[in-house]
């Protein structure tokens, strides 16, 4: 008798590709992975909405849902719009109040307006954004993983990160997080399963740890 196939969708990180999932392997005789990618939003277009549209690309029902860091909030959203059979975030927040102080400060003065939005020609800056200032070594390893570059983009996905709102989350969530993530301090992260010496980019250099333990994570009721 054959076993059921669990249709698992990923969603990555701000500004990057789906390219991040390229070492997540997951059997294939129980698992068949799908990679979401960033769309470009519309004039003013609510986060809400914009996760209603990512969610047409989906085309299995009872998914797994997984988002890395703002992958994770979109993900979030789009479990409002349609039921999942499980809803993971890594190196992410469950609700505003995981947010770190700074992001809290540029939410309240809006200084996320300032963020120029020339990072979309500047990688080096681009990355120090969405993965923290100690990058430049791996420099390459970004423009080889960050490759959404459009202002539009991101300008909404800067603003909707900082401006996250939810006061309340999935009570059925499952949160994987890193205890050396600078861009998400664990320190403001609760109830998750923590990974050792995990980075903001721990889906890309932790990858064996998510191979070995998504399986009974997902399976696990």
Not at 12 to 20: L, N
Not at 84 to 96: A, G, P
Not at 157 to 167: A, F, T, Y
Request: charged residues 20%.
């Amino acid at each position: 008798m054959n076993k059921e196939i669990i249709h698992v969708y990923l969603m990555p990180g701000m500004a990057a590709s789906s390219k991040i999932f390229e070492y997540i392997k997951l059997p294939e005789n129980q698992f068949e992975i799908h990679l979401l990618e960033w769309i470009i939003p519309n004039d003013n277009e609510s986060i809400s909405d914009y996760a209603l549209r990512v969610s047409k690309h989906i085309k299995h029902d009872n998914i797994v849902l997984l988002g890395v860091s703002f992958g994770g909030v979109i993900v979030q959203e789009i479990s409002k719009h349609i039921s999942v059979r499980k809803l993971i975030i890594v190196s992410s927040v469950k609700t505003m109040h995981e947010l770190p102080k700074r992001m809290l400060i540029a939410k309240a003065t809006k200084a996320y307006k300032l963020v120029p939005t020339q990072l979309a020609s500047n990688i080096e800056l681009l990355a120090k954004y969405a993965f923290g200032s100690n990058v430049t070594k791996r420099l390459e390893l970004y423009k080889k993983y960050l490759s959404v570059n459009d202002t539009r983009y991101l300008n909404w996905s800067i603003k909707n990160m900082v401006s996250w709102s939810d006061e309340n989350h999935n009570p059925n969530i499952i949160h994987i997080h890193g205890d050396n993530d600078a861009v998400f301090p664990i320190k403001n992260i609760t109830n998750c399963i923590t990974v050792k010496n995990g980075s903001h980019i721990m889906i890309i250099n932790k990858y064996k740890w998510f191979n070995e333990h998504l399986p009974n994570i997902i399976l696990n009721d």
